[in-house]
């Protein structure tokens, strides 16, 4: 089932939280009391005005499109009384993002018996056209956030069922790694995550496959803004897209040419939390974060 989506200006949204708590949420809600909603930008991702309601009870979103144009959406998902409450799911869109199937739970076979269920997805486009999903994990299987939490992979054929890549691709001894976004510029895959307070940046690693990750020196966080948010190839470059903190300016993006250098946050006016970035075939930058 697909429902129809108008796009609405001006509608006021409140600073958001991470979806199994990691930071303290923003006054107003706990993870499952928060809702997605979508903006689309005539600009390139330079604004993005007004906002609708994308999906209830859910957080950690990220946006891709596949080689058919498809726009993927995972995200985490907790419907109420379901046996699907906290767990990643996606949506998809064959109309640039204006209408969107309703939510699917992903599948991950092969997971390792113990390991703490998925969460935290992010997607990413592989130039054979399968996608991967990105996510934190931990072997100890425990749902606290302890030193044990990495991020892993799994990849997929459909966009529902994955397939769990062995290994951790990122983990810092005695921290845990959560909220992982990752991108593709040139030949390298760039992976980053925040360390923990907004004020200590975040982590930043590099592959060639998407598989081994090289841990490369952490990205300073200008101004303390958070760096909670996701990456999207922008021009030749990367553009990160990050989370509103203390700065009342909202959320906010920067760019870098090769990954390691990173221009000064600028501001998009208004509060996201946790935003998505995906472009459709015809240009338009779409943007999914939590209200």
Known sequence: MVTRRTFLGGLVVA????????????????PWERDLVIRRSLDGGDSFP????FERASGVPSLVA???GRLWAAFQWFPSGSPHFDRVAVKWSDDGGWSWSTPVPVVVDGLPAGHQRP????????????LRLYFSSSPS???FLDGSVGTYSALSEDGVRYVFEPGARFTSEGRPVIDPAAA???DHWHLTAPIGSPAEGAYHAVSRDGVLFERAPDIPSVGGVNWTGNLITH????????TTGADARGAWWSESADGFTWSDPVHLGFPAGDPGVGDTLDGVRVMVHVS
């Open 184 to 186: 593709r510029l040139g």
């Open 15 to 30: 600073s958001a939280g991470q979806a199994l708590g990691q930071q303290p949420p923003p006054a107003g809600g706990r």
């Open 235 to 242: 021009g030749r470059g990367l553009r990160f897209y990050g």
């Open 50 to 53: 007004g906002a609708q309601l």
């Open 66 to 68: 596949d080689l058919r």
């Open 119 to 130: 969460f935290d997805p992010t997607l990413a486009l592989l130039p054979d056209g399968r």
């Open 141 to 143: 299987g425990t749902r």
